[in-house]
C-alpha cells in the first residue's frame, strides 16, 4: 500500500479492526517478539522510500555545493558510513569546500536529530538503493541489537540531501571523539 504519496499521507497501517478512516484491513496485523515471547501488533513489513527525481552520488554533491553556495557558505559537510552498506557502521564526516569542491576529514560532529518538520523541505534523494532488514519497533536506540520487535525491511535511498541540518562539535562524551584532522 502507498502510506505517502508528494507529500500527502494517503492511508495508514490497519491491523484486523476496521476504523472510521480505514474501511477494511490492510494486512498488517504481524507477530513479532518481545522478552522472550510472541506479540501481535500492527506494524510495517518493508518500507521503501523513493522520489520522482533521484541523483546519482555526483549529483547529490553537486546539488549540495549549489545549495551552499545559494546560501552563502564557503563549506558544508558530507556524512559517510566508514563502512560502505554497514548496517551500524561509524559515521565519517567531511568538510565540503564549496569553491573547489575538495573534501577534507574532519573530527566527529554532533548531528541534531531531523525532525519530521525538517522532511518538508526540498529533499534530494539517491538513485541507489540501501536495504536494510531489523526488528521495528525494538526497544534499542540500535534497532535490532536487542532480540525483540516485528522483522521489516527498510529500502531506502542510501544517500539524501538536507537543505538544514544543525551540527556541533563534539563536547568529548560521546565516545568517539579523536583529535582535530586539521
Do not use: W
Not at 563502512?83 to 569553491?99: G, I, Q
Amino acid at each position: 500500500i502507498i502510506l505517502v504519496q508528494d507529500g500527502f499521507l494517503k492511508n495508514l497501517l490497519s491491523d484486523r479492526v476496521p476504523t472510521s478512516r480505514i474501511p477494511r484491513s490492510n494486512g498488517h496485523h504481524r507477530l513479532g517478539v518481545r522478552m522472550g515471547s510472541f506479540i501481535f501488533q500492527t506494524a510495517p513489513s518493508v518500507i521503501r522510500v523513493s522520489a520522482g527525481v533521484s541523483y546519482d552520488q555526483a549529483g547529490l554533491k553537486q546539488k549540495l555545493m549549489e545549495l551552499a553556495a545559494e546560501k552563502g557558505l564557503d563549506h558544508t559537510y558530507i556524512l559517510r558510513p566508514l563502512v560502505p552498506l554497514a548496517s551500524f557502521s561509524p559515521l565519517c564526516y567531511y568538510r565540503l569546500d564549496v569553491p573547489s569542491g575538495r573534501e577534507e576529514m574532519v573530527r566527529p560532529l554532533l548531528l541534531n536529530p531531523v525532525a519530521m518538520n525538517d522532511l518538508n523541505r526540498d529533499l534530494y534523494l539517491s538513485d541507489s538503493p540501501y536495504v536494510h532488514n531489523l526488528l521495528f519497533g525494538s526497544l534499542s536506540r540500535f534497532g535490532s541489537t536487542v532480540m525483540e520487535g516485528i522483522p521489516a525491511t527498510f529500502i531506502v535511498p542510501d544517500a539524501m540531501v538536507l537543505e538544514d541540518a544543525v551540527l556541533k562539535v563534539s563536547t568529548g562524551n560521546t565516545g568517539y571523539d579523536m583529535p582535530d584532522l586539521e
